[in-house]
């Protein structure tokens, strides 16, 4: 059951970020701190990723796990409406898929890093998420993730 009404809720997950989030605020200025200059929520590419490195090729996807549906502790499912939240998360996951298959096929590179890396129980000490990320630039891999330990 929700704490809260229907009218409040809604109020309060109007305001629920998608741009300049702390944890992609984390990413950006260590990134920058470590000599990458990036784009931000590129126009040109489908979905405006977070943070474009055009020199790179590669393209850094700092997901939300409660709106991306990941599995961790993080990602949970609301008690109410969940058929509507369920729902929700399954077509992100699908847009996410279909705009990383799209960004492959153009040659760009995706790093996904999860806020549970970030924050929570399970997070990676900063420093080893800037130095796999940093791995990742300077590598050709095509696709990465970092999430949190469970």
Known sequence: MDTVDRKTRSRIMSRVKGKHTKPELLVRKALYAA?????????????HPDIVLPKYKAIV??????????????????????????????????????????????????????ECALKGKGSVKFDKLLAKTVRFLNSGVKYAEIAGRE
């Open 61 to 114: 996807l700092v997901n939300g796990c409660f709106w991306h549906g990941h599995k961790c502790h993080l990602g949970t499912i609301p008690a109410t409406r969940r058929r509507f939240w369920l729902k929700k998360f399954k077509e992100n996951q699908k847009r996410d898929r279909k705009n990383i298959g799209i960004y492959n096929e153009q040659g760009w590179r995706v790093i996904v890093i999860w």
């Open 35 to 47: 000599g990458f200059r990036y784009r931000l929520h590129y126009k040109k590419l489908p979905g």
